[in-house]
């Protein structure tokens, strides 16, 4: 593979290849949301029965759950339990690059075969999202080590339900220093992932692994790294203000559907129903077309 510049035709071509391959994309998105709640459910309770292992009364105060996730053992599981929630993400949007790969080669993959292609590949995948989950922990460590900094300077005087109800002055200045530490280390995550955006494919596509692969798409991102970025950072606030506008839009239909007409259930319950439906379609239509979408540019990239 060669350093090229961004080709911006070819870069929007991955909305022709969605146009093509929707429904398997879809299909790919029920299925990867069916693998993880299977998966993660055991693992997700796995770590709580750690957390309550801590506690002689079966309860965990936040502090309690603090010093665990410090502690060498609850690192370790932090990232385990990471890697394994990260992998299942790198497994559907590896079946959706398979399948995105196939549009541009213009041939049809059905998501069975994609999810054939990929089976072969869970390890490296796990792998890798392991790696990644461990490499960022040590990059927003000093950010998080700063956040719990101001909040033992400003915010420890008094219970915190104290400071959430009254937000005293002190409430105010570590809400804005947090806040611009946040941001900054935001900015820092993006250019991480931009540097890796291409780490992926490369492990399904040109059987690099792990480190090498994550070097070897940080050296073919090169100067880009900082326009990938700004792509990235674009891609989130459209994928946030889409969600706030169908947020709006659900409840102006919600309210057109459901009038205030109390013990009337022989009009309420229909109305109801029919703005709950609007609500999971909606919401499945922009996770389908986030995810979908974001594979596919990726290939193209």
Do not use: C
Request: charged share 10%; hydrophobic share 60%.
């Amino acid at each position: 593979m060669t350093t090229h510049p961004m080709n911006w035709p070819e870069l929007l071509k991955a909305f022709q290849d969605f146009r093509r391959t929707w429904p398997q994309l879809l299909l790919t998105d029920l299925l990867s949301r069916a693998l993880a709640f299977i998966v993660l459910t055991p693992v997700v309770g796995l770590l709580l029965k750690l957390f309550l292992m801590r506690a002689d009364d079966g309860v965990l105060a936040d502090a309690d759950i603090a010093v665990f996730l410090l502690h060498p053992f609850g690192i370790a599981a932090l990232i385990i339990i990471g890697a394994v929630s990260l992998g299942v993400l790198f497994a559907e949007q590896g079946v959706m690059m398979v399948i995105g790969f196939g549009a541009v080669e213009n041939r049809q993959v059905t998501w069975f075969d994609a999810l054939t292609y990929i089976s072969h590949y869970a390890i490296h995948m796990v792998t890798l999202a392991g790696q990644v989950i461990a490499r960022l922990l040590l990059v927003a460590a000093p950010f998080l080590a700063a956040i719990g900094g101001i909040y033992l300077i400003f915010l420890t005087r008094h219970n915190i339900n104290y400071y959430l109800v009254e937000k005293p002055v002190e409430w105010w200045w570590a809400l804005t220093l947090a806040g611009v530490i946040a941001g900054v280390m935001a900015v820092f995550m993006l250019r991480i992932f931009a540097n890796w955006i291409l780490t992926l494919p490369m492990v399904l596509f040109q059987g690099d692994r792990g480190r090498r692969a994550l070097r070897k798409s940080q050296r073919q991102v090169g100067k880009r790294v900082w326009k990938i970025t700004f792509l990235l950072a674009l891609w989130l606030i459209g994928i946030t203000l889409l969600s706030g506008i169908f947020t709006f839009a659900a409840g102006i239909f919600g309210d057109l559907l459901i009038p205030d007409l109390t013990g009337n259930m022989a009009i309420v319950t229909p109305g109801l129903g029919l703005t709950l439906l609007f609500i999971v379609l909606g919401n499945l239509a922009i996770a389908v077309g986030r995810n979908a979408l974001f594979g596919l540019l990726v290939v193209r990239l």
